[in-house]
C-alpha cells in the first residue's frame, strides 16, 4: 500500500543542535578546535563605552570565515546562508529560533575596524584553522568536475591561503558597493 506523509507543525519540540550536528562535521570540529576569544580584546580599542551593544567580534569573525570556507562573497549571502544551517548555527553560537545579525552588520563592523585591522585579524582566524589541520589550499569553485586542491608543497598552502583573506575582502567589498549603487 502506498504511503502518504501528513505533516502537522508542533507548537512545541525539544531540539538541540548539538545533538543534530555530527560529530564530524566541519563546523563543529572548528568550533571544538578554535579559541577565538583573542579577538574581543584585539578589536576592544575600536568601540566606546556607551550605546548600543555590537554583534561580537568573535561571532563576526566566524561568519566571515564560515562566508570564506562556503565561498560566499557578500555579507548579504553569507547571513542568509547560515540561517539556513544547522551546522553554522552552532558553530556561531545562535540557536534554530535566534535571529541572525542584520547582513549590513558585517559591512559596517568590517569598517569599524578598518581595512588593515581586520586583514590581519581574519588572516590570524585562518592561520590557526591552518594551523589545527582544518583549511588548507584556496577556495575553489566546482562545476561538474571534480578538482583535487592543494596539489603544492605544505609550505607553501600556508601563504596561498593568508594571501586569499585579502581576495575574499576585496570581493566583500565589491559587492557591497554594488549592493549600495542598486539601493540608490
Keep these: 500500500m502506498q504511503g ?5 507543525e508542533k507548537l512545541f519540540t525539544h531540539f538541540q543542535l548539538s545533538e543534530r550536528v555530527p560529530t564530524d562535521n566541519i563546523y563543529r570540529r572548528l568550533k571544538e578546535e578554535l579559541d577565538l576569544s583573542f579577538l574581543r580584546s584585539a578589536t576592544a580599542g575600536c568601540y566606546g563605552q ?3 551593544k555590537s554583534i561580537d567580534p568573535v561571532v563576526f569573525f566566524k561568519l566571515l570565515l564560515v562566508g ?3 565561498n560566499l562573497n557578500s555579507d548579504r549571502r ?3 546562508h547560515a540561517r539556513m544551517r544547522l551546522d553554522i548555527l552552532y558553530f556561531i553560537g545562535y ?3 535566534e535571529e541572525l545579525p542584520w547582513h549590513s552588520t558585517l559591512s559596517r563592523t568590517r569598517a569599524l575596524y578598518g581595512e ?3 586583514l590581519e585579524l581574519f588572516r590570524q582566524v585562518l592561520k590557526m584553522c591552518i594551523d589545527k589541520g582544518m583549511v588548507s589550499g584556496r577556495r575553489q569553485a566546482v ?3 571534480y578538482i583535487k586542491a592543494n596539489a603544492s608543497l605544505d609550505s607553501l598552502v ?7 583573506a585579502q581576495t575574499f575582502t576585496e570581493k566583500l567589498k565589491e559587492n557591497e558597493a554594488e549592493a549600495q549603487k542598486k539601493t540608490l
Excluded at 502518504?4 to 502537522?8: D, E, P, Q, S, V
Excluded at 600556508?158 to 586569499?164: F, H, M, P, R, S
Design 4 to 8: 502518504k506523509k501528513h505533516y502537522t
Design 116 to 118: 588593515e585591522v581586520f
Design 68 to 70: 570564506y570556507l562556503e
Design 158 to 164: 600556508e601563504k596561498q591561503v593568508l594571501a586569499d
Design 50 to 52: 556607551e550605546g548600543q
Design 95 to 97: 540557536d534554530i529560533d
Design 78 to 80: 553569507i547571513i542568509e
Design 143 to 145: 562545476d561538474s568536475a
